[in-house]
């Protein structure tokens, strides 16, 4: 489950980056292998996870909603309580202890739904780093609250205009800002995506999530769930909650989880207004690295959409075409619609406000619960909390 030497993940992955951007990231990858491999740097970032981000994160037991599903006992992880509401903070906590070591003064990040911007902006406000923030008008103006909060931590907001101003223009951005700064600057790409190391380093920094959740489940229940489940962007979240889970394959047949990863239909698959990569897409490069996208018959990347800023994206990350190609996960998808509920009835049922991203997956249990299997635990990674989102939802009118 690791990349090899070039970063690949079977066929996916890769570095495919301008000549400048060469040192830059080898450098990167000689810090990352030698700190994680040092004690002095995981203490420091484990100090910073507990004592700064809060964690371990709860796993909660969600009595309410698993009542109203047929068959299945569903257990929150609880990411949204993490400091700056979201599983980003474990990320950019890391590569900003990285980034320090490597001597570098400022920090660049693209956001979409603006929790990994929050994120960043707080990392260089907490380790005195100049930070700058490329976000595309659009979500910028769907997310405004987190900008408002940017700002607040100290770090210059860049609002992109160019083509959907969503996240895909966020990135290029911000790469063409990284390819005349890389001497001075790191690049803290928020998802499991990018050039090699990212995918594997952002996949590291989020596994927390999972080894977190898979002891606390055993200490709960004596034995490991049959279910986990997470939404996928790019899929940071989902493969911090998976990999340590999938990890499990030399156990007996019967203790490894099924695992489901959740992308956004949209307005539905059939047509052109979603961002179910893993659905709809095929075998590209984009931003760095090879893995599916959604492109058309010509390779240029199509427009997509979702109700979820963060999950507004074209590409995913190479780790997970990989899995998708195995096997050994499986991709769904969810539209608008039912994220929307289930975001609401979240809210209704447990007093916990979701971000829509995390409602993806939320949704995908009332799929399960149609199954009519009884007796099945399920361990959701709540990714993120709504607040931000609530601009965008007529809720609570009545």
Not at 9 to 38: C, H, I, K, M, Q
């Amino acid at each position: 489950m690791q990349p090899d030497e070039r970063g690949y993940f079977g066929a996916y992955g890769g570095s495919f980056v301008p000549e400048t951007l060469v040192p830059a990231l080898e450098e990167l990858t000689l810090t990352l292998d030698r700190e994680l491999n040092r004690k002095d740097f995981l203490e420091e970032l484990n100090g910073y996870l507990q004592d700064f981000a809060g964690r371990p994160t709860p796993l909660y037991h969600a009595a309410n909603l698993s009542a109203s599903l047929t068959g299945l006992e569903v257990y929150l992880k609880r990411e949204d309580l993490a400091h700056t509401g979201a599983h980003k903070i474990n990320n950019t906590l890391g590569q900003g202890l990285l980034a320090r070591r490597m001597g570098k003064k400022r920090l660049i990040a693209e956001t979409g739904a603006g929790q990994h911007g929050v994120a960043t902006a707080t990392v260089g406000a907490l380790l005195n780093l100049e930070t700058v923030v490329y976000m595309g008008a659009e979500d910028a103006r769907r997310q405004a609250p987190n900008v408002k909060r940017m700002k607040l931590l100290g770090a210059e907001v860049r609002e992109v205009q160019e083509g959907s101003a969503t996240l895909k223009e966020a990135t290029n951005e911000a790469i063409r800002h990284w390819v005349a700064s890389s001497e001075d600057s790191h690049y803290i790409i928020g998802s499991v995506v990018g050039p090699h190391p990212y995918p594997y380093m952002v996949r590291t920094f989020q596994e927390v999530i999972g080894r977190e959740a898979k002891s606390q489940f055993n200490n709960l229940m004596g034995k490991q769930p049959d279910i986990v489940m997470a939404c996928v962007g790019g899929g940071s979240n989902a493969l911090g909650i998976f990999h340590p889970f999938l990890g499990m394959e030399g156990l007996a047949e019967e203790v490894i989880p099924e695992i489901y990863g959740i992308e956004a239909a949209g307005e539905g698959l059939d047509g052109s207004k979603h961002a179910a990569t893993l659905s709809r897409g095929s075998p590209g490069v984009l931003h760095g690295s090879l893995s599916y996208l959604l492109q058309d018959a010509c390779g240029q990347v199509k427009p997509v959409h979702s109700i979820s800023a963060g999950l507004d994206y074209p590409g995913v990350g190479p780790e997970h075409a990989f899995l998708r190609d195995e096997r050994k996960v499986n991709y769904r998808s969810v539209t608008d619609e039912e994220a929307r509920q289930a975001f609401e009835k979240l809210c209704r049922l447990e007093g916990i406000i979701p971000a829509l991203e995390s409602s993806h997956a939320l949704a995908y249990l009332e799929h399960l619960s149609r199954e009519n299997i009884e007796g099945r635990t399920v361990v959701v990674c709540l990714s993120g909390r709504g607040d931000k989102d609530l601009d965008n939802l007529e809720v609570g009118s009545e």
